[in-house]
């Protein structure tokens, strides 16, 4: 599958979500076989379609202060945070060119997070049932997807910068009582988000490619 | 008469929820109108409506669990 890459840095969210619509639409129509967004995003909260807002445990108030949107939005799964220390990828695939399979499609996009942790040293792995990629018992990478059509849109976001960790505490990510790492946090070392990328970006194309 | 079938969804999948319907019943469809949307753990799945007509029956309501192969409404063309 031939994907078309936008890497659009650092975006607001309603921002990437237009750009998800508009190139799903064309993927659909079949004016573009596929994409890829690449982004950072400003601090926001987002609520699938499983989510329980008592999972926001911080005020409206106090999120208005930091400066955190909130938005519920048509993926699957619970709560989460985006922050300026992750990468977020948003697949803009048609599956019907891959595999129309929801578990191949979920499971390949954590075999791309774990293929770019090892190219850093790092051992990431599932913890079936659940959803996205693990270092030991901490998470660092979610995963949350909508398929419309057998085209996939939201994605995946993985944890870089150790800036975002104090933000996970607003929330119970998922639902759960997860506990979150940052690749910074795990190799005590800063990481470059745009070699970051170039290495995310090749992992998408040795599995879906 | 045109049945809605949940299709397969993928390996193992074998129930999810039926979480949104974007018509009620005795409202008119469009073919590839987003009709019903249907969640696994982390996804949304969106079924598009496989004809044009009425929407006449729905047989699962939001929150109820369906699987692939089920009929999950009929759509009455014209």
Known sequence: ?209 | MTKVILPELGEGIKKATLSYWYFKPGERVKEKDELVEITTDKAAFNLPSPGSGILREVFFQEGDTVSPGEALAIIEEG
């Not at chain 1, 573009?32 to 690449?38: K, V």
């Not at chain 1, 057998?150 to 990510?173: A, C, E, M, Q």
Request: aromatic share 10%.
């Open chain 1, 1 to 209: 599958m031939e994907f078309k890459v936008f890497d659009l840095g650092l975006t607001d969210f309603k921002s990437a979500a237009g750009l998800q619509r508009e190139l799903a639409l064309k993927v659909e129509n079949q004016q573009l076989e596929s994409a890829l967004i690449l982004c950072q995003h400003y601090p926001v909260i987002t609520l699938g379609r499983q989510a329980n807002r008592g999972n926001i445990l911080v005020s409206q108030e106090d999120l208005r202060e930091k400066g955190i949107a909130v938005y519920a939005i048509e993926r699957g799964g619970d709560v989460t945070y985006h922050g300026l220390g992750q990468i977020v990828a948003y697949p803009i695939f048609n599956l019907a060119l891959f595999k129309k399979d929801i578990h191949l499609f979920l499971r390949t996009l954590e075999e791309v997070v774990i293929g770019l942790l090892s190219e850093f040293g790092v051992k990431g792995i599932r913890r079936p049932p659940l959803t996205g990629v693990w270092i030991n018992k901490q998470k660092i990478s979610s995963i949350g997807i909508a398929i419309k059509n057998w085209v996939s849109f939201h994605g995946l976001s993985i944890n870089i910068k150790k800036t975002d960790l104090p933000y996970f505490n607003f929330i119970r990510p998922c639902g759960m009582d997860i506990e979150m790492t940052t690749l910074e946090s795990l190799l005590n070392r800063e990481i470059d988000l745009n070699s970051l990328k170039q290495s995310l970006i090749g992992n998408f194309k040795i599995l879906f490619g």
